[in-house]
T-cell receptor, first 111, second 117 residues
């Protein structure tokens, strides 16, 4: 699976959009981009995933560049409860075994 | 639909004792994964199981650790003769039967915090 690079930490003002970047320059054509978050040592929570089209759900939006070498997770209106470590993971479908969690981005939402 | 359940949530053991961690997957999920998270680190994959089969144990320590997912009942992660270095959070995840694509999303439980004294 391709390696990802994320900034170690970010701050965001409450109510503003949080934009979390992820670089995955070695991504292969059939590898998906997944985002999870971990709030204060709870179990990781699935947020969203995509292949090449932008995706949106009730939690967030995922913007994947046309060359697929990077992506951005957008939390449209950050709240204090969004303070967490966010993990960007690139994974091939059908491997069926594991997600590789790196160090992620520690997002702090500031009142 | 209940999520992934793990118990106990906290477990304290003395060095040399055995630890048993249990995981009940989400309803309809037949695949279970165990991860370990050491303090201040990311999650590390340990083992992937289907009912009655170990599919991938490439992340399991070679000694003292074992896992099973019987036909009936929860998946069990067993650590024999625990040492202080085993102190960590152990997370279980489950996913539906594989078909490629979105079905492979893993859903995580709340974890078991193991403390070895």
């Amino acid at each position: 699976d391709a390696k990802t690079t994320q900034p170690p930490s970010m701050d965001c003002a409450e109510g503003r959009a949080a934009n979390l970047p992820c670089n995955h320059s070695t991504i292969s054509g059939n590898e998906y981009v997944y985002w999870y978050r971990q709030i204060h040592s709870q179990g990781p929570q699935y947020i969203i995933h995509g292949l090449k089209n932008n995706e949106t759900n009730e939690m967030a939006s995922l913007i994947i560049t046309e060359d697929r070498k990077s992506s951005t997770l957008i939390l449209p209106h950050a709240t204090l409860r969004d303070t967490a470590v966010y993990y960007c993971i690139v994974r091939r479908p059908g491997t069926g075994n594991q997600f590789y969690f790196g160090t992620g981005t520690s997002l702090t939402v500031i009142p | 639909n209940a999520g992934v359940m793990q118990n106990p949530r906290h477990l304290v053991r003395r060095r040399g004792q055995e630890a048993r961690l249990r995981c009940s997957p989400m309803k309809g999920h037949s695949h279970v994964y165990w991860y370990r998270q050491l303090p201040e680190e990311g999650l590390k994959f340990m083992v992937y199981l289907q009912k009655e089969n170990i599919i991938d144990e490439s992340g399991m320590p070679k000694e003292r650790f074992s896992a099973e997912f019987p036909k009936e009942g929860p998946s069990i992660l067993r650590i024999q003769q625990v040492v202080r270095g085993d102190s960590a959070a152990y997370f279980c995840a489950s996913s539906p039967p594989l078909a490629g694509g979105p079905q492979e999303t893993q859903y995580f439980g709340p974890g078991t915090r193991l403390l070895v004294l």
